[in-house]
C-alpha cells in the first residue's frame, strides 16, 4: 500500500516574521548556515544595523575563504528601485566583494540589474539575489526555503582573472595564487566537503576555511617563512582574541600531543589577532612542480590541527 504524502503549502513571510527589522534580520543573523549554504561560501555575518553615512545597512560580515566584506540587504516585500539604490549606495560605503540582496521577490527588471551588474563587475565583486520562500508540510512548524534567482556566472568570473594579468590587473604571482588555490580547494572539498563552502578561488596569499565559530578560522597562508596552516583568531574584539589563545596555551601540551608535534604558538603582540601555527618544509608558490605536494601537505596538516583542536573540546567560548 503506497504511504501517503504531505503537501507542501507556502506560508507568507510576514506570518513568520511580522517585522523586517526587529525579526527577519535578527533571525538571519542568527541563522546564518541557512544563507551560506544557499551562496556556497562560509559566510560569517557579525554586524546589523551598520550605519553607512545617515543609512543603516541591514547585515554586514565577510566570507571567511578570502576575507572580503559581504553586505546583506533584506526586504520583506517585493524589490523596488529604492532598495537597489541603497544597494549601491552601501557596496560604495564598505568596498565589499560579495552584495547579497534579500526580497520576497524580484521583479525582472531588478534580477536583470543583478545580472548586468555581475557581467560589467571585475572577479572578485559578486551580486547575489535571494527570494524568502517559507513552506511547511501539514500541520508542521514553517521552514525556509529560499532560492537563488540571481547569482554571477562563476565561470565567467573565472575567465575574466585568466586573461586579468593580460590587461594589467593580475599579476604573475596573482595569477600563481589564483591557481594553486584553485587545486587545493577543489581536492580538499573532494575530500572533506564539510570544510568549506566557497566556490571559487582568490589571488590572494592565503586561503581560510571555516570552523563553525565566528572569529576563529584555519588560514593556509605563503608567508614569509613559508606555507603554513594555522588556526586563526580574527575577531573584531582584540581581548576575545586573546582570551582564546590563552585558553588554548593553558592546554598546550595536549594540543601539541593531538597535533603529533609542537606548533608555534604566537600571540602577535600589538596586533589585534593571535594563532597557533604549523609549518611546511615549502617556501615559496612559484615552485609549481612541488604543487600536489603542497596541496596533501596542507590537508594532512589542516587534518590534524582540527584533530588537535577537538582533543582540547573546541574554540573556547568568549
Not at 561560501?41 to 575563504?65: I, W, Y
Not at 565589499?96 to 536583470?112: C, K, L, Q, Y
Amino acid at each position: 500500500m503506497t504511504q501517503p504524502l504531505g503537501r507542501l503549502t507556502a506560508v507568507p513571510a510576514r506570518e513568520v516574521w511580522p517585522h523586517e527589522a526587529h525579526d527577519f534580520t535578527p533571525w538571519l543573523l542568527a541563522n546564518v548556515d541557512v544563507l551560506s549554504d544557499l551562496l556556497g561560501m562560509d559566510l560569517v555575518l557579525d554586524l546589523a544595523e551598520h550605519p553607512v553615512g545617515d543609512f543603516s545597512l541591514d547585515l554586514l560580515g565577510r566570507d571567511e575563504a578570502t576575507g572580503r566584506t559581504v553586505i546583506v540587504e533584506n526586504q520583506l516585500e517585493g524589490s523596488d528601485h529604492a532598495h537597489l539604490g541603497q544597494i549601491l549606495t552601501y557596496a560604495a560605503g564598505t568596498n565589499p566583494g560579495t552584495i547579497v540582496w534579500v526580497t520576497s521577490g524580484f521583479r525582472p527588471e531588478h534580477r536583470a540589474a543583478l545580472d548586468w551588474l555581475n557581467e560589467h563587475t571585475d572577479e572578485d565583486t559578486r551580486f547575489f539575489g535571494v527570494e524568502i520562500d517559507v513552506v511547511r508540510i501539514g500541520d508542521s512548524a514553517p521552514a525556509p526555503a529560499f532560492k537563488l534567482v540571481a547569482q554571477p556566472n562563476d565561470w565567467e568570473k573565472q575567465v575574466k582573472s585568466a586573461t586579468a594579468a593580460a590587461t594589467g590587473t593580475m599579476t604573475d604571482r596573482d595569477r600563481l595564487y589564483w591557481d594553486f588555490w584553485e587545486q587545493t580547494r577543489t581536492a580538499i572539498q573532494a575530500r572533506h566537503p564539510g570544510w568549506s563552502r566557497a566556490r571559487s578561488s582568490t589571488k590572494a596569499s592565503w586561503f581560510n576555511m571555516a570552523l563553525g565559530t565566528s572569529g576563529a578560522v584555519v588560514s593556509m597562508s605563503f608567508t614569509r617563512a613559508g606555507l603554513c596552516v594555522q588556526l586563526y583568531f580574527e575577531a573584531p574584539d582584540a581581548a576575545a582574541n586573546q582570551a582564546r589563545y590563552d585558553a588554548l596555551l593553558a592546554r598546550r601540551d595536549e594540543f601539541d600531543a593531538a597535533l603529533g608535534e609542537s606548533a608555534t604558538w604566537d600571540p602577535m603582540p600589538g596586533r589585534k589577532a593571535a594563532r597557533i601555527v604549523v609549518y611546511s618544509e615549502f617556501v615559496d608558490v612559484a615552485y609549481t612542480v612541488a604543487w600536489p605536494a603542497m596541496t596533501e601537505w596542507l590537508i594532512e596538516s589542516q587534518g590534524r590541527l582540527r584533530a588537535a583542536i577537538d582533543a582540547v573540546g573546541g574554540i573556547p567560548a568568549v
